[in-house]
């Protein structure tokens, strides 16, 4: 079989070792290698593992329990996304902008139990919000732009499940 001399990271070449032209080399040291038992319930937020995925339902009768990736990052304090929020507007508007970080979490949070706002601080010169995944961050800093406009900046950890996400606008 002749190759398209395509490298991967580990340098060997073809696209048939990885299937589909894909290479899975992000590392999330919270992901479980295999799947839980059926129902398990997270004993911190409540959220039930049924049909391979967290979700918000009833307690099942005699479900087992485990701690799922969110709470487990919580206790942590290990973030997975990080959106910076910078410049005078975020000083002068600080309860709007702390409710479209909410609110854009609330959205999320219904449909991915898994995705939430771990902290919100301050920083100098605004606030850093730490999230439980990497898609919060962007959502958050896309929610700032379209609110307020200015820039908006993302940066995808190459090896790691970690975003880092600044917005910022300069009056």
Known sequence: MKTRGIKNPAGQSGRRRFGRGQWDHILDPYKRAAKLTEPTVCPQCGSVYHEARWQWAARPEGAHE???????????????????????????????????????????KKEHPLNRIMTIADVPGGIAVNTTDIHLPRRIGEAMKRAFHGELDMHFDEHGYFVRVGWWRQD
């Not at 990736?69 to 507007?89: E, F, K, M, S």
């Not at 902008?97 to 854009?104: E, K, L, N, S």
């Open 66 to 108: 485990a701690l799922c990736q969110a709470c487990h990052r919580i206790n942590d304090r290990y973030p997975a996304g990080i959106v910076t929020l910078t410049g005078p507007v975020v000083q002068q508007h600080r309860a709007e902008v702390m409710a479209i970080a909410r609110h854009q979490e609330e959205a999320e």
